[in-house]
Every structure is written in structure tokens, then in C-alpha cells.
């Protein structure tokens, strides 16, 4: 058997066992716990079976018969490939666990979502108020109670789902990183905390999430720079009024994600600063140079602006004000042509025309793509009928929109990719 072909747990314990140690020809450090560390720093990666389910799983065609002559690697990291979240189709999103996941499959960017706990100290989560659904703090009754909203049973009668809130405000760090990470997902017709937390969805699993690490954004920043990696923290839209606490303004909050990379004396081309908020990224761009010419804007406005439209004028307007790099779901940047093949949207053309890099999000989130698709496919959801569809629209992306990197649940797929198409 090929060794990429083994599962990405079974790589984990060699990377860890005596096995790794004899592979490197390093025991030594290998028994002071830098084995792992190692391994991922060498040239190849391993990337599981997924990636050969989907080649295997394509319409025939000359696309197909490309990735299959590179089958037997070897693969190597490429930045064109960002853990969304670390590895969040079958890891707890932002855990220690999810980013050793991604590093393994080849992710040269991952990616750590920055908000803030209520003593003001940034941490890694996907929204200041998601603990109810990535964490089992429901499960531990004295800080279930600091809730912002306690955990309510569903009312079958009304038809009433379950309810919580739990935000890192409500917390402290040291309190924050008490918790276990979980899958996140939620149970709405729960009548326990217990059952609330249960929920994950069906094409993921809970195998790897009997208790994932929560880490600080510091602590990722220290184990993503171990891994070889490079970053693209994106600072999170406070869900509490700001100025927080009478003087921790957004300001100061963008700042301080800035400051934790200088202070672990990270190089700004290693570091992909973002925000939906355009005006943090107008911040990092007057205040932080050298951070701010990577920035990136998370863009929002075709789903959250009934009138907008991606002329090129709108798209001239942001590189006018220095923004180099756009990031819009995947969506926005493909649509169907008259013969219902998968083309560049008018929003990637004018991008592109006016001189924006683009990243994009997310592959690999919508789950089994045998009914087209969910969210992230919807602009091309007649194209879509299997999951080796997956390459279809990971090629376009690349070779016609021309994306310099793109977020996965599952990295190993983009990093299969961009291996294959010599994408570095």
C-alpha cells in the first residue's frame, strides 16, 4: 500500500510512535517530543484517502486523467491551501487537534478566527458566541450558568427549539481554557444540556472530538509557527457593544491581533490579516504597513446588500484605498454559461481587471454533493451532481478565476490540487 494511502489517524500515531522516530533518523528529539514537529517540517505530507475517493468519484475526462497521473506523489505544502478553521470536516474547529490535522495535509496558511474572552485576552473560536455549539461548557454547571442565555429545553407543545448563548465575554481565559472542543452543532429539539450538545452533522463524525484543546490566539501562533505553517487570523465582529468594558475599542481589539505576531516576532509576509469589516482592514492598512498590504476583506456585500453589484468601479474603489486581496465565498466568484459549464462571475472578472488578488471559501463545507450542493455551491448548484465534482470546481477557481489560495474543511483535497497543477 502507497503511503498516502493511509488514514490520516493511523498517520497521526506513526507520527508519534517509534516508527516516526526511525523514519526521521532523529530519536533524540523525537523522545523530547519534537518528532511530530519534524515530520511535518520535512519536504512530503500525507493526505489520507479522501482526495483518491474524489479523483476516483469524477466524470470522466481530461481533468480527471490529469489527477490521476499524480497519484503517487510525493505532496508537499503549498500556501494555496488554508485550513478553514484547521481541519473542520471531521476536527473540532480551532482546536490543536484540527491544526495538526491541516499541517499534515499540506496546509501552508491556517486559519485562527480571533475574538476575545471577558478579561480581554484573544482566543481562537469562530464567533465571540458559539461556545454552546464547539464546547462543552453546557456539560459543566458553573460556567453553564455564566451563560448569556442558560440553556432552555425545547417546548414540543409550541414547537419552541432549544435555546443558549454562551459567549467568551462571559468567560474568563483561564476559565476558557477549561473547556473541551467539540463538533459544532446543536440538538434544537434537546430537552437536556446533554442532548444539546449532540447534533453533529451526518457526513461528519465525533470520533476526534472526545475533548479538542482550545487554544489562546498566542498558543496558535506558537504551534502553527512549530508546524511550518503560516497564518490568516481573521478578527472576529464583536457580539458585545463597543467600546467593551468602558474602553477596549475596536480599535485596540485589531491592534492587539497585530501586536501577537510582532511580539512572537512573526515576519508580516507570513501573516494574512481579515475581516469582513472593511474598516479594520483600513485600520491595518493606515496603522500596520507592512501587516495591511496583506490584509484581506472578507467580502459580504453581494449577500448582505440587496443593491450591490461587483462592477468594476466597486472593485477599483477598494484597491484605490489599498486593499490588494478580496475574499468572497466561492459562489460569488462562478456561474453557469449558456451551455451550463462552470465560468468566472462577473464579480472574479472585475476583480482580477482591476488588479485584486482574490482568496476564497469554502470547499468542502457543503457535505455530499450529489443534490448540488448547499450554500457554497448555490450560484452553480445545476453543474453539481457528485462529490469528484469537488476538482471540477477547485480547477476553475484556479486555472479561470485565478484564486491565489483557498479555504478547505479538508485541506488535503486543495492540497492534492495544487500539487498536481505545480501550484506552490
Known sequence: MHKQFLPLTLMLLLAF????????????????????????????????????????DMDR?????????????????TDFSIGHRGAALQFPEHTKESYEAAAVMGAGIIECDVTFTKDKQLVCRHSQCDLHTTTNILGIPELAAKCSVPFTPADPSTGTPAQARCCTSDITLEEFKSLCGKMDASNPAATTAEEYMGGTADFRTDLYATCGTLLTHRESIKLIKKLGGKFTPELKSPSVDMPYDG?????????QMIDEYRQ???????????SFNLEDVRYWIEQEP??????????????????????????????????????PPLWALLTLDSHGKIVPS?????????GLDIITWTLERDGPLAGGGGWYHQSIRDAINNDGDTFQ?????????????????WPATTTYYANCMGIH
Open 17 to 56: 510512535s517509534g516508527l516516526a522516530q526511525a523514519q526521521h533518523k532523529d530519536k533524540h528529539d523525537a523522545r523530547h517530543g519534537w518528532g511530530w514537529f519534524k515530520y511535518l517540517q520535512g519536504q512530503s505530507v500525507q493526505l489520507g484517502p479522501r482526495p483518491f475517493y474524489l479523483v476516483e
Open 61 to 77: 475526462g481530461q481533468l480527471k486523467k490529469a489527477l490521476q497521473q499524480c497519484e503517487q506523489g510525493p505532496f508537499f505544502r
Open 247 to 255: 474602553d477596549y475599542t475596536q480599535e485596540d481589539y485589531a491592534q
Open 264 to 274: 512572537a516576532r512573526v515576519s508580516p509576509r507570513d501573516v494574512w490579516p481579515q
Open 290 to 327: 507592512r501587516f495591511g498590504r496583506q490584509a484581506v476583506f472578507l467580502d459580504a456585500r453581494m449577500y448582505e446588500q440587496e443593491d450591490f453589484e461587483p462592477t468594476l468601479a466597486s472593485m477599483e474603489a477598494l484597491k484605490a484605498e489599498g486593499v490588494n486581496i478580496v475574499a
Open 346 to 354: 462577473e464579480y472574479a472578472i472585475n476583480a482580477r481587471a482591476a
Open 393 to 409: 470546481v477547485l480547477h476553475v477557481l484556479a486555472r479561470d478565476v485565478g484564486v491565489i489560495g483557498v479555504f478547505s474543511d
